[in-house]
């Protein structure tokens, strides 16, 4: 799974892949509704790929975790994002038992339940196992 170039705005719901930068700020197209719309320096954005979410031994890259709930799931329905606040934590921690309680709040997690779901209805849960497969062929060398 690529998460380069997808984007969480503040204040604008859902998820945008980068299409182009202008001298201003960025074109982003909704990836649920594949409307382009324009995105300035004063806008809040936070690119997926370099989130990760904190647990007690090492932060875990926000791709991780998506292929840990995928896998989790195998493929199936993730819990509804307005699931309670104890279900969320709940299933986050099948997920990722050594998370960070004191740093990853419920609201953090509903964040990532909701951007699993948009990710997997734009077809993107797709995880490389070749790429796994020579990370490990390196590693025996």
Known sequence: MNLSGILAIGGKGGLF?????TKTGLIVEGLQDKKRIPVYSAH?????????????????PLNDVFEKIHN???????ISP?????DLLNFFKEILPDFNEEQVYASDVKKV????????????????????EETSETEDK
Request: net charge negative.
């Open 44 to 60: 809040q954005i936070s690119a997926l790929e370099e989130i990760s979410i904190y647990t007690y031994e090492e932060d875990v």
């Open 82 to 86: 307005k699931a309670s606040k104890n």
């Open 113 to 132: 339940v909701q951007w699993y779901k948009i990710l997997n209805s734009a077809g993107m849960m797709v995880f490389d196992e070749a790429k796994e």
């Open 17 to 21: 892949k980068m299409i182009s930068s």
């Open 72 to 78: 989790h799931l195998n493929g199936g329905e993730i």
